[in-house]
């Protein structure tokens, strides 16, 4: 189960790729900065976390207020070159250690043979560093009720 509001975020320093390479993301700083929406997705290159991500990165699913980060365990080189051939504008965080997956408890144990991975989920990080909304879904397959985040995230 995915951790519960009120409980202290996890705040790793997590790779990124910019455009002049690799960049450390301090989350501790991020979540300081104002509220913070993490999007946990299985795997680059697959059909339902491209959806998700160019839907985020073309307004589809809007989150005025917050900044946006999509999550997986993919390198950060192989989430660059999926963000390019998709035009995703979303910040990427590659946690190919799986240490936030499982800090905020949601490692799906086994992708299709391939070993673990991220479940899809969302998450709010309020300023002060708790989580503010907590979401699971169902499978992998199933997007995050991207209106009750936009909510949560102008509720803060």
């Not at 144990?109 to 991220?118: E, F, I, Q, W």
């Not at 708790?130 to 209106?147: I, K, N, Q, R």
Request: glycine share 8%; charged share 15%; hydrophobic share 50%.
């Amino acid at each position: 189960m995915a951790i519960a509001v009120g409980t202290k975020a996890p705040a790793l320093t997590l790779k990124s790729m910019g455009p002049e390479g690799l960049v450390d993301v301090d989350l501790a700083s991020e979540y300081a900065a104002g509220p913070v929406v993490l999007l946990f997705f299985p795997a680059a290159f697959t059909g339902v976390c491209t959806q998700e991500m160019c839907d985020v990165s073309g307004g589809v699913h809007s989150i005025p207020g917050a900044k946006v980060f999509g999550v997986s365990v993919d390198s950060p080189f192989a989430q660059s070159a999926w963000a390019k051939a998709n035009n995703i504008s979303v910040p990427l965080l590659s946690d190919y250690r799986h240490q936030l997956v499982e800090g905020f408890d949601v490692v799906l144990p086994d992708l299709v043979g391939l070993g673990p991975s991220s479940k899809r989920a969302a998450f709010i990080v309020a300023t002060d560093g708790t989580v503010a909304y907590s979401e699971e879904t169902p499978t992998p397959l199933d997007l995050p009720d991207f209106g009750a985040v936009a909510a949560a995230v102008a509720a803060l």
